[in-house]
């Protein structure tokens, strides 16, 4: 438990470290919301002053730090302009699609990519192996950009899946069951984008893992013994490659979300990405922060989730913490 | 030489050629990229042709002039009355290869026939040329920032390394913060704080500063990790002991070592910068139009008509993956190379 709550204590720190980073950059931006207002007649210049004052925009750094910090003390994140509203009002719900999208996601990604990459590593050089590591590496040329967009035509050719968005405009009026169905076709889409683009990562590493687990003499031990070659593979050698795996699943997230943004923004699903672009075309830089913020937040809780992952499946890692 | 050094070679002097031959896009393509054909708007890849409709065969493709269908927008049909034979070092728009003008192209057909490989965009400009000259932002603009990227990891990452201590804490600390953002988060928030509508030359400046600014940590922790190791061999203890100075040291036994990882570095980064520049840009946040780059080319197919009807438009980011594979090929070649180096 001292090692999850180092981790956990280590997590905030970055954070804390990450929101002053942020806010060091922002300062540095040239232009600023109000700025615009400021060229508008209709807006008097004592209006902008107040505006100015009320969100204390000409306080130095260190006073504004403090004052967004008070802002998160109270669940606000700060005050977008853009939006009139504050930051976590807007928040909320697109970092909850963006979880929604990202989370079911990376669970099919990897159901499928240890079976698949299980098989390739005990089918070593053969030519099941070789097609897998054609394929992998003919999918790892492909950019997610095009990915999603390639997808998004599928949708309009073939018309089964709706193009884009995240319900459909009688959402409100459908029925428990029909409300989880609406919602997952159309999820397939912008989730199959992240599976295809996270699959050869993932399949490689479990292949390259597992045949250096299958290496190791208390395999060929077994294997000499005459125990079968799936039970093998699945119960013993995936137990003992669990360790590598696990990091993988951690280091994993950073990518995934990043993939996620450019999946959601082209397949218009509302999640922190398309509110990230929004943020940025209109200056609204309380905005940017938060969703840069909650993004590094789903980063650290990911990382958290795998260091207890690892926890509970090594013995190692309690070994050395005692 | 081992096959491992011979695969690196030939994929080196591939993606070299391929580096180098963007400073002749304005020669390849047969049209200047900002070229209008107001009225061509979204016209198909040219047909070439070698039988004639009388049947005669013709060793030399030619096209047919291609005109609009009366009554349609982007409907297209070849006047058969005449054939323009393909020809080659044909003079057209002038364009500049490093400082020096020139008007011939590779290949071209006698106006008013034109010879659009790629078909044309929504302002009836030849995709193929814009293609080319994109290429020598896309392209270029992934290898310089790779090359930013790298030499702040390797300079940050040598110095943490090799002298430890509270430079080695401030350095970690500092790349550790800059690894806790996703990737593509990041580089938006440092783009957000920067003006929204800048002229191409100096968006290009600011993207290549950008992504080589945001990208150094990664590359940074792996080099100290080298030095680190590298600092306590008995060659560089030996060194020392001898009275060598910490430049020498690191100039002459510390950094050589680190030298294939360094290789290898660059060519996974570079398709990663080269995508962040076409997804920045797609995104309306790198380089603008007119001036093509892959990612504001590819930016057309967010409008719905082009993203069902006109295939060509595409091109663009189907020409990221021959691109890409290039790279990871010579990523593996280098990272066996290395293996077998060490081994």
Not at chain 1, 112 to 136: K, Y
Not at chain 1, 284 to 299: E, K, R
Not at chain 2, 62 to 78: A, C, M, N, Q, R
Request: proline residues 6%.
């Amino acid at each position: 438990m001292r090692y999850l709550s180092r981790r956990l204590a280590h997590g905030f720190l970055v954070l804390a470290g990450v929101s002053v980073l942020s806010f060091v950059f922002v300062a540095l931006a040239p232009g600023e919301f109000l700025n615009e207002m400021r060229l508008d007649p209709r807006i008097s210049p004592e209006m902008v002053a107040a505006l100015r004052d009320r969100y204390g925009l000409d306080q130095p750094l260190p006073l504004k730090y403090l004052h967004w910090l008070q802002s998160v003390v109270r669940g606000e994140l700060g005050f977008s302009f853009a939006y009139d509203r504050p930051v976590a009002a807007l928040l909320w719900p697109r970092a909850r699609n963006t979880l929604l999208l990202t989370v079911p996601a990376t669970l099919a990604a990897w159901l499928i990519a240890v079976p698949i990459g299980a098989w390739s590593a005990s089918q070593r050089g053969r030519w099941p192996d070789r097609v897998c590591a054609g394929t992998t590496t003919a999918l790892l040329t492909v950019p997610e950009l095009l990915l999603a967009l390639g997808l998004l035509v599928v949708a309009v050719r073939t018309g089964y899946f709706p193009i884009g968005g995240m319900r459909s405009a009688a959402f409100a009026e459908l029925r428990e069951w029909a409300k989880v169905k609406d919602l997952a076709v159309h999820l397939f889409l912008p989730a199959s984008a992240l599976i295809l683009v996270n699959l050869p990562v993932l399949i490689r590493h479990v292949r390259s893992s597992l045949i250096d687990v299958l290496a190791a003499p208390f395999i060929q031990g077994a294997h000499a013994r005459g125990v079968p070659p799936r039970r093998l593979l699945f119960r013993d050698a995936l137990r003992a490659a669990s360790n590598p795996l696990i990091s993988l699943l951690g280091l994993s997230i950073a990518g995934l979300l990043s993939t996620s943004l450019v999946v959601e923004a082209v397949m218009s699903w509302p999640g922190l990405g398309p509110l990230l672009l929004e943020a940025i075309a209109a200056r609204d830089l309380h905005l940017v922060i938060g969703a840069v913020m909650c993004s590094t937040l789903f980063l650290l809780a990911g990382n958290l989730v795998a260091d207890a992952l690892l926890y509970l499946s090594d013995p190692r890692v309690r070994a050395d913490q005692v | 030489m081992s096959a491992a050094s011979r695969q690196v070679r030939a994929w080196a002097s591939l993606l070299v050629i391929l580096n180098a031959s963007v400073v002749f896009a304005g020669f390849i393509a047969p049209y200047a990229p900002n070229e209008q054909n107001r009225n061509l708007p979204f016209a198909g890849p040219t047909r070439l042709h070698f039988i004639e409709t009388t049947g005669q065969f013709h060793l030399r493709p030619f096209v047919y002039l291609v005109v609009s269908t009366p009554g349609s927008v982007d409907k297209y049909e070849e006047d058969r009355s005449r054939r323009y034979p393909v020809r080659f070092l044909i003079r057209g728009a002038r364009y500049t290869i490093a400082g020096f003008a020139a008007d011939r192209h590779l290949f071209g057909v006698e106006e008013p026939a034109k010879v659009f490989l790629f078909g044309t965009d929504q302002f009836g400009r030849d995709v193929f040329s814009r293609l080319l000259v994109g290429a020598q932002i896309s392209l270029v603009a992934g290898v310089l920032a790779a090359g930013l990227a790298l030499s702040l990891g390797v300079a940050l990452g040598a110095l943490a390394g090799f002298y430890g201590g509270w430079t080695d804490d401030a350095v970690m600390r500092i790349a550790e913060l800059f690894l806790a953002l996703p990737w593509l988060y990041l580089l938006l928030a440092v783009r957000s704080v920067l003006p929204l509508h800048i002229d191409p030359a100096r968006a290009f400046l600011l993207l290549v500063t950008v992504i080589g600014f945001v990208g150094w940590a990664r590359p940074a922790r792996l080099i100290r990790g080298m030095v680190l190791s590298a600092k306590r061999r008995d060659h560089v203890l030996a060194a020392r002991a001898f009275g060598a100075t910490d430049m020498y040291v690191l100039r002459r036994h510390v950094l050589p070592q680190t030298a294939g990882v360094v290789l290898t570095q660059l060519a996974v980064l570079v398709p990663r910068y080269i995508l962040a520049e076409v997804t920045l840009s797609f995104f309306g946040l790198g380089v603008a139009e007119p001036v093509p780059s892959w990612g504001n080319m590819l930016a057309a197919v967010q409008r719905y008509d082009v993203l069902t009807s006109y295939w060509w438009m595409f091109l663009p980011g189907i020409a990221l993956s021959p691109v890409f594979l290039l790279y990871y090929a010579l990523a593996n070649a280098l990272h066996e190379h290395t293996a077998l180096l060490s081994s």
